[in-house]
């Protein structure tokens, strides 16, 4: 049976894990297909390990590292270094790591900030579960502007669809 990992943080305001969690147990195969493991750290700057032992100690295929910095500026830039940290382990192990990071200062409003983290991580356990099962369902949403945690953005006019009046090369301008 494959195994999705689920790593999450004590540090996060929000348990984006249970949410991660119930987003993949409602997909098909879950408990014959596959099954969950979900391991807690204290901290973001903690996921890059718990990522690595996830695939390489407990047989995960992939994992969803979730994580939630703070609003202060030290924060911010602890996050870049556990964002490296979960990069390194990616390419150590060949396999998979999405990131869901909710910064802290992405709402003021709590009920709205919540919100956020239940979204982000649902669409991620979700990304996950089609990376491994379902590819073509992210190949169906190339390019459409999809976004994790508020509204799609869209895709920009494809070039049959814009303005067809010439516009002026590089060189000209």
Known sequence: MDRIGIADTMFARYDMGAEAVD??????GH???FEIVRR???????????CKKLI?????RIVVALGMPG???IDQVSAVGASQGIMLAQLLTNTHVLEVFVHENEEEDPGRLAAVCVDRSRKHARNAYWL???PEQLARRAGR?????YSDAGPIASASQRDPSPSPSPSSV
Do not use: H, I, M
């Open 23 to 28: 987003e993949l147990e409602s997909c098909p």
């Open 56 to 60: 390489e100690e407990e047989g995960c």
């Open 31 to 33: 408990g014959e297909r």
């Open 145 to 149: 502007g999809v976004r994790q945690g």
């Open 132 to 134: 491994l099962y379902e």
């Open 71 to 73: 609003k202060a500026p």
């Open 40 to 50: 807690t750290v204290p901290g973001f700057k903690d996921l890059g390990v718990v």
